[in-house]
């Protein structure tokens, strides 16, 4: 999924997302240790959607400190 697709969602809808895109991640390792994982990029992908996720978080976040110093 796209950065942007994510800065459209609320941060509730993010953090929702995020933990079940971790929990995700988690079945994805399960299905590797015990060799049934059909797709090894699946992995890579995942974490790449959970990085995107956290920067769009924190990218609101310092937004929001800027915002209150003015």
Known sequence: ???Q????MSPDELESKLEEIQRHLFDLHSQAV???LENSKAVTNVKRDIARIKTVMRESEKLKTKNVKL
């Open 34 to 36: 015990t060799e049934k």
């Open 1 to 3: 999924m796209k950065a």
């Open 5 to 8: 697709h994510y800065r459209e």
